[in-house]
């Protein structure tokens, strides 16, 4: 499903919102009987039934406020905000009977959501020269639920049992610039930096991982040569 709208604050001011929302379900069940011979005693004759099923949905919301200019219509000013988030549920299920009997059941509940906040600005000195810059944060957190259980003893299997959180955190910032040159020269110079903090932690282990922290910076460079109506060689 998805719904746009779109409102128009002022003439240089407008407000742009979308919304989209899907997923899907899967369901498997298997059911088999076996014969096994050994060739020194009597046949064996047990069953095993399988079944999985798993879930999964997601969701998007954006919205952006955008502030042009009456002294140039090429400059602006935009300011972004998303939130995602999905909910994904996974069942296993195996049974045996007749031979090794075991009974295990699986779950893994898994949730998810985004923030997404950002900032870009064009401003154009003149026709040949173009600056643009802007900002993005994203603050990315993720849980997974998961317990395996014996189902045929009551118990739980402590070491396939948990809540794992992780959480990931990007800051990054950008300035580039586009100078138009004769003879259909163009040249694009700038520079980007990037910052990540990766951290998590499992709640009944007590268990923190190490955060990773790591940053980058990125310069670019690009010369191009635009070849008759459609074609630029850079």
Do not use: C
């Not at 369901?27 to 095993?48: A, C, R, V």
């Amino acid at each position: 499903s998805y719904i746009d709208a779109y409102y128009e604050i002022n003439p240089q001011l407008n407000l742009l919102s979308s919304f989209w929302y899907g997923g899907y379900g899967h369901n498997q069940e298997n059911d088999l009987d076996y014969i096994m011979d050994d060739l020194i005693n009597d046949e064996y004759y047990y069953t095993s039934w399988q079944n999985t099923a798993n879930s999964d949905t997601e969701f998007e919301w954006t919205t952006d406020l955008v502030k042009k200019f009456l002294d140039n219509e090429d400059r602006e000013l935009r300011f972004a905000f998303q939130l995602g988030g999905h909910f994904h549920d996974d069942l296993s299920e195996a049974l045996q009977l007749g031979y090794e009997d075991f009974d295990i059941k699986n779950t893994n509940l898994g949730t998810g959501n985004t923030h997404t906040f950002q900032m870009d600005y064009v401003h154009p000195f003149s026709k040949n020269l173009k600056i643009e810059m802007g900002s993005k944060y994203v603050d990315r957190m993720i849980a997974a639920d998961y317990e395996t259980t014996d189902a045929d003893q009551d118990t739980i299997f402590s070491n396939l049992t948990d809540v794992f959180n992780y959480q990931q955190t990007v800051f990054a910032t950008y300035i580039s610039s586009n100078l138009q040159l004769p003879r259909d020269f163009s040249l694009v110079f700038g520079a980007r930096y990037e910052g990540t903090e990766i951290s998590g932690d499992y709640e009944i282990k007590d268990d923190i991982l190490e955060k990773n922290v790591y940053h980058n910076v990125l310069p670019s460079f690009v010369i191009s040569k635009k070849i008759g109506f459609s074609k630029t060689l850079k």
